[in-house]
């Protein structure tokens, strides 16, 4: 099916995920399996679970997903996408050319409010298979571990980054 709305009210471990690769050969993958993943932190697996089932079961349906932290990012950034087709299509058109590339906004893009929780997300991420972009804090903190101006941050609270970037440093 393609509704999100069947998905939501299914058993997450009942949910076939089926995807076409390169070769338009179809993959199925039962979301069961992805137990196995999480089984250093099962907490995050039932995070996972239920955050998908009950609020963005329409990840499953997206070529592509933007994990965002908050409303700021939601709100926002479907506008910045407009903007972005907008200024293509005028530098295209003065270049005289012709772009071939499908505009963001008609592109099958979820883009979903994960919070401070984008980490949790790695290995389903990687288990679907699915494009992601994720946009994040920096969330610098100073010497006393207390937030702070990114300017005088000596280092950073963002779990995300720890995750995704093995650890980096502000220099980085």
Not at 40 to 57: C, D, G, M, P, S
Not at 120 to 140: A, M, Q, R, S, V
Request: aromatic share 10%; with cysteine; hydrophobic share 35%.
């Amino acid at each position: 099916t393609h509704s999100s709305h069947i998905v939501s009210e299914s058993n997450f471990d009942d949910i076939k995920y089926l995807k076409k690769n390169d070769n338009n050969s179809v993959i199925a993958k039962n979301l069961k399996e992805l137990k196995e993943e999480y089984k250093a932190n099962t907490k995050q697996y039932e995070f996972l679970k239920q955050y998908l089932t009950i609020n963005r079961a329409e990840i499953f349906f997206a070529d592509k997903v933007i994990l965002i932290e908050g409303d700021t990012e939601r709100i926002l950034f479907p506008t910045l996408m407009e903007k972005y087709d907008i200024d293509e299509e005028k530098k295209y058109k003065n270049l005289g050319t012709v772009d071939d590339s499908l505009p963001l906004l008609s592109q099958n893009i979820s883009i979903i409010e994960v919070g401070a929780y984008s980490q949790i997300f790695e290995k389903f991420i990687e288990f679907i298979g699915i494009k992601t972009l994720i946009i994040t804090d920096l969330d610098t903190v100073g010497l006393d571990d207390k937030k702070c101006e990114p300017s005088i941050g000596v280092s950073y609270s963002n779990d995300a980054l720890s995750v995704f970037f093995n650890d980096p440093t502000l220099t980085d």
